[in-house]
């Protein structure tokens, strides 16, 4: 589904991602895990589309077609489905007019008709439930107000209301109590399939005991500098990662 | 010739034409007003006021005024995009310069609300159009003088002690002639003692190659305990000038609200004075410009705080793309002795292209300790990690900056105080927004290349 090779990236001039390497296949779920200012979220954010970043080197192929060459909506027509570690407040714009506009794009971009309101207000309630999250959110401005709990629930509606082929869940565990921590693992499961895949990127083992990833990388300095299964984690967990950085004194 | 010396020229010729149709209220007002205009000239750009907007050169084209009262025929309907659904007005229309009561607009004989042009005010109403008209209008403004001079009809709407207008006015200015031409409007709203009344106007340009200028002087005077809402919305094309001055007196516990909206002009100057000249009154001063193309919107303001325990809440915002000027100006006057006055400014403006200019003053003065009073004037950009945000949803750049910037305007569309009108307002805005608001169904075209699209 997603080939990353040697996938170099740099924001302002300075080089983030030093060749990345990663195939992810359908019905997988991916750990990426590593200490601060690794490149995680960079990551991440190339694989959108963000404008910020620029692309110096490699290739990204989402199923079979050039990622990298493609802007952040088509991406995200394609499939691509990135859940946003910081989720940003859009004050003004209703959740209801996000999605319509959203769901409506990427029919318009399959050639389908727009769809009907009763049918897009069902569609909307379906989804709503699969994350608890409270109807008078959805009718509120996109995220202004929201609780760290209630923006990541939101992230993960978006995702339902979406049903993308491969998401991204940028640290989506950061700031999210026990309980919020559950319901949103919760979604998430809910939503795999053998036809989907997920990169859950996050610095702790306590996500991945509620969303069981079948491979866990280790980023750091740019690079991938380690893969395993899930056991990796559990180790990375107990001895932290000094002992992956004194593997690599090269980096 | 000055700008200004061909139009009083052309008084001075035609005196007796001009005078001949206007009723006599304007003009017992017309020796002031020349008074006033000699030796004036029209401000020049960068002069105090008129830092980004050019009088002298917007009048300076040769128009000519609809001296001989030559009817012409607008198409109402097709000029008439103005339509708010779920909104029962009574409908009235100003062809060019000239006052035709809509088909609506039929009262009931036993309602006491008058709506009239002044030509027929004179005659059924003259007490009461001698003693308002002209006290506000400040003469000493040489635009506002030359509307007096010319002004040869105008709108007149009374409503009486203790009355509620049920129905909101709703008048048409459409534009229309074969060449050049000036239209002077005046319009004159008196809400005596604890009536009620909503006006909504807008202004629209029936043949989009035309040249025009509305110059267009409004007086409202809300008395004790009145409530006024005058809603002024200009929706005209590339090839229209106007210049609007606003005056408004309150008095005692009156409460007014003004909104200025502009979605499509050529050169606009709109000034809003308001004087709060009783006790606890309250003031919403509103406004909205979208603009692109070569659109240039100014709107100067004033509030005068000359009486306690008054609230005033102002808001302006812009939304300024391609090579178009925005402009504010805004003042807000705490006089002495007035405490406990509570007077709030903000003016909000969004750059969308970096060859868009936005230029605003806020400023206050006051006088008197023992009030609250904040300004705030801001120019920024659209919010990146935003658009981001609503590209990775799979909303399209475009879209996703028309949502955004709907999303600005907002706030000053949640100020209407008409549901109905809200409703047409964002409406009407998503259509300007998405470059599909046709003008008045001139062309039809929901893409027509002579009014400017903005991204």
């Known amino acids: 589904m997603l080939e990353i090779k040697d996938l170099r990236a740099s924001i302002e001039g300075k080089e983030i991602l030093k060749g990345i390497n990663l195939n992810v296949n359908a019905g997988e779920v991916h750990a990426i895990m590593g200490p601060n200012g690794s490149g995680k979220s960079t990551l991440s954010a190339v694989l959108t589309g963000n404008p910020a970043f620029t692309v110096t080197g490699g290739s990204v192929t989402f199923n079979g077609k050039d990622l990298l060459a493609l802007s952040p909506e088509d991406r995200a027509h394609e499939g691509l489905f990135l859940s946003f570690q910081y989720p940003v407040e859009i004050p003004g714009v209703s959740m209801v007019n996000f999605m319509r506009a959203a769901i409506n794009e990427k029919r318009k971009y399959y050639g389908q008709e727009p769809l009907s309101a009763a049918d897009f207000l069902k569609l909307m309630r379906e989804k709503r439930a699969i994350v608890q999250l409270d109807n008078k959110l959805a009718s509120r401005a996109v995220n202004e107000g929201f609780s760290g709990g209630e923006k990541k629930r939101n992230e993960i509606f978006q995702m339902a209301m979406l049903e993308p082929r491969l998401s991204i869940l940028d640290e989506t565990d950061s700031g999210l109590d026990i309980d919020a921590l559950r319901i949103v693992a919760h979604g998430v499961n809910t939503l795999k399939t053998a036809n989907n895949a997920s990169i859950v990127i996050t610095h702790y083992q306590r996500l991945l005991d509620y969303i069981k990833p079948d491979f866990v990388h280790v980023l750091y300095k740019g690079r991938i500098v380690m893969s395993a299964g899930p056991e990796l984690a559990l180790e990375l967990e107990e001895k932290g990662y000094d002992w992956i950085k004194e593997m690599h004194p090269e980096l | ?455």
């Not at chain 2, 003053?361 to 981001?388: M, N, R, W």
């Not at chain 2, 409406?427 to 027509?448: N, P, Q």
Request: proline share 4%.
């Open chain 2, 1 to 455: 010739m000055s700008a200004l010396q061909q139009y009083i020229d052309l008084y001075n010729e035609h005196r007796q034409l001009v005078n001949g149709h206007a009723p006599q209220a304007l003009n017992d007002l017309r020796p002031a007003a020349l008074e006033a205009l000699q030796g004036a000239t029209l401000p020049a750009k960068g002069s105090e006021d008129y830092e980004a907007t050019d009088l002298d050169a917007i009048f300076a084209p040769d128009y000519g005024v609809n001296m001989n009262r030559i009817q012409f025929q607008a198409d109402q309907l097709a000029s008439f995009s103005c339509d708010v659904p779920n909104l029962s007005t009574c409908l009235y229309f100003f062809h060019n310069d000239i006052f035709v009561p809509g088909r609506t607009a039929r009262m009931n004989p036993d309602n006491p609300v008058v709506v009239e042009s002044m030509v027929e005010a004179q005659q059924r109403h003259p007490e009461l159009l001698k003693k308002y008209l002209g006290t506000l209008a400040d003469l000493s403004k040489p635009e506002v003088a030359l509307n007096t001079l010319l002004a040869q009809d105008g709108l007149f709407v009374y409503i009486p002690k203790g009355v509620t207008a049920e129905k909101t006015i709703q008048v048409v200015n459409i534009f229309n002639a074969s060449q050049p031409l000036m239209a002077v409007r005046r319009v004159l709203v008196v809400a005596d003692e604890d009536a009620h009344v909503r006006i909504l106007t807008c202004d629209h340009t029936q043949n989009p190659d035309g040249q025009y200028l509305s110059s267009q002087v409004i007086e409202i005077v809300a008395l004790k305990g009145a409530t006024v809402d005058y809603y002024d919305m200009e929706e005209s094309t590339s090839g229209t000038a106007r210049v609007s001055s606003l005056f408004v007196d309150q008095q005692e516990g009156s409460n007014v609200l003004v909104d200025g909206i502009t979605l499509l002009n050529g050169t606009t100057r709109n000034d809003f004075y308001v004087q709060v000249n009783g006790e606890n009154a309250e003031t919403h001063l509103l406004g909205m410009a979208i603009e692109g193309g070569t659109q240039h919107v100014d709107n100067h303001t004033y509030i005068g705080h000359n009486a306690p325990r008054c609230k005033s809440n102002e808001m302006f915002k812009y939304v300024v793309n391609d090579n178009a000027v925005g402009a504010f100006a805004g003042k807000i006057l705490v006089k002495p002795d007035c405490p406990r006055v509570e007077a709030y400014q903000g003016n909000r403006n969004i750059c969308a292209a970096p060859t868009a200019k936005m230029y605003t003053k806020p400023q206050l003065e006051i006088y008197t300790d023992d009030v609250k009073c904040s300004h705030g004037a801001a120019v920024g950009q659209l919010d990146d990690e935003a658009l981001f945000y609503m590209r990775t949803r799979g909303i399209s750049e475009d879209q996703a900056r028309h949502l955004l910037m709907q999303a600005f305007v907002a706030d000053v569309i949640e100020g209407v105080r008409l549901e109905a009108l809200k409703d047409r307002l964002y409406h009407l805005t998503e259509k300007r927004f998405s470059g599909t608001l046709s003008l008045c169904g001139v062309c039809g075209s929901t893409d027509c290349s002579k009014h400017d699209k903005i991204k």
